[in-house]
T-cell receptor, first 114, second 112 residues
Framework: DADVTQTPRNRITKTGKRIMLECSQT?????MYWYRQDPGLGLQLIYY???????NKGEISDGYSVSRQAQAKFSLSLESAIPNQTALYFC?????????????FGPGTRLTVL | LAKTTQPISMDSYEGQEVNITCSHN???????ITWYQQFPSQGPRFIIQ???TKVTNEVASLFIPADRKSSTLSLPRVSLSDTAVYYC?????????????FGKGTMLLVSP
């Protein structure tokens, strides 16, 4: 969805490096999410934020941190990247939760940690 | 969070109707059922969502029996472009769940 953008789209880095993935949205949604997807598997939730003052851990938050700089921006950081963090990372937004509040996904960032 | 079970893969031909069933035996009262479609290297895209009975939109129908322990996504007259992975999600992240996962989904292959 063009309303949700992610930068960079591809990144190759080395073990131990700090990496930041950025997500921006123009949908005006309060809620934002970070997922990772490993090859052949589904998406797993890393962190989610219901507003700029609210950050929540997802299922696999270890090794990651996030920052909600504004309603429109939600960044994911890998403080010290390791090879098993090689994956496709997706940012998503939603207006709310519950019935009718679908998630809108960005195009993804492909991260390779050597 | 209610665990879901879907077939790993399904095959179909153009023009056929495809039904993908998802089992969610421990669905909670407040849980919704949502289906997403994902093409390779793209983010998932919302297809349909429901709570009970039947829901229909311009691309699919969702059938949910009274006990809500399963749901069936129905894609009428599929085309080659419907080849994708389909995920069934059950739950509502607003209810405080921290383990919203898409599972492995169902890989649908549509052939000419």
């Amino acid at each position: 969805d063009a309303d949700v953008t992610q930068t960079p789209r591809n990144r190759i880095t080395k073990t131990g490096k700090r990496i930041m993935l950025e997500c921006s949205q123009t949908k005006g949604h309060d809620r934002m999410y970070w997922y990772r997807q490993d090859p052949g598997l589904g998406l797993q939730l890393i962190y989610y934020s219901f507003d700029v003052k609210d950050i929540n851990k997802g299922e696999i938050s270890d090794g990651y941190s996030v920052s909600r700089q504004a309603q429109a921006k939600f960044s994911l950081s890998l403080e010290s990247a390791i090879p098993n963090q090689t994956a496709l990372y997706f940012c998503a937004t939603s207006k709310g939760t519950g019935m009718g509040n679908e998630q809108f996904f960005g195009p993804g960032t492909r991260l390779t940690v050597l | 969070l209610a665990k879901t079970t879907q077939p790993i893969s399904m095959d179909s031909y153009e023009g056929q109707e495809v039904n993908i069933t998802c089992s969610h035996n421990n669905i909670a009262t407040n849980d919704y059922i949502t289906w997403y479609q994902q093409f390779p290297s793209q983010g998932p895209r919302f297809i349909i969502q429901g709570y009970k009975t039947k829901v229909t939109n311009e691309v699919a129908s969702l059938f949910i029996p009274a006990d809500r322990k399963s749901s069936t996504l129905s894609l009428p007259r599929v085309s080659l472009s419907d080849t994708a992975v389909y995920y069934c999600l059950v739950g509502d992240i607003g209810s405080g769940y921290s383990t919203l996962t898409f599972g492995k989904g169902t890989m649908l292959l549509v052939s000419p």
